[in-house]
């Protein structure tokens, strides 16, 4: 990836093809995740456009291939998005309504185990990595989870967990690279 005297990134043929190839494998994916987000086709596809740019112009060419990473970012575009538009919340309650009241405490951390489950099963059985790790991980990815909320929940400083947290991504990374090249 090279830049012009205009501050315009030229697509190189190996970048232009490895993207191609990805918006390929997990295009549907990413469409699904926006329009299942949003409901607006137009503003659907509008994110997916944007998530493509910024995959191409901030991802390495063998991050184009990690579902993990690409639904990361994809989740980051809608919050980017939501809070540019100014969305609080998904829901609108009336102020005067008792469903508020009688409804049972959600934990979504929770109620998404069998999820983490089959995800650590299903993508990365080959992943070596602690109780803790995988945790970390998927409250990170999955939940976008910030940092000293993480800290807090594991009772450790801000920058252990996010030294554990690029320990962990490396090794995920190095674990699909083998499984890449046999």
Not at 95 to 121: G, I, M
Request: with cysteine.
């Amino acid at each position: 990836m090279t830049e012009n005297t205009n501050n315009k990134i030229e697509f190189t043929p190996a970048r232009r093809e490895a993207i191609d190839r990805a918006a390929k494998k997990h295009g549907a994916m990413i469409n699904k995740f926006f329009l299942g987000s949003i409901k607006k086709h137009d503003i659907a596809q509008d994110l997916s456009q944007i998530f493509w740019v910024q995959v191409y112009s901030t991802f390495r060419e063998q991050d184009f291939f990690e579902k993990g990473f690409l639904l990361n970012k994809a989740r980051q575009v809608l919050s980017n998005y939501l809070r540019y538009c100014g969305v609080r919340a998904f829901v609108e309650f009336n102020s005067e309504s008792k469903a508020l009241e009688s409804a049972p405490a959600v934990n979504p951390y929770l109620d998404d185990v069998e999820a983490e489950r089959k995800y650590w099963e299903e993508e990365a059985p080959e992943v070596d990595l602690t109780e803790t790790e995988r945790r970390i991980f998927w409250l990170r990815v999955r939940h976008s989870t910030p940092f000293p909320e993480l800290a807090e929940q594991f009772q450790t400083p801000v920058s252990t967990i996010q030294d554990r947290y690029n320990r962990i991504v490396a090794k995920i990374r190095e674990a699909c690279n083998k499984e890449r090249n046999g």
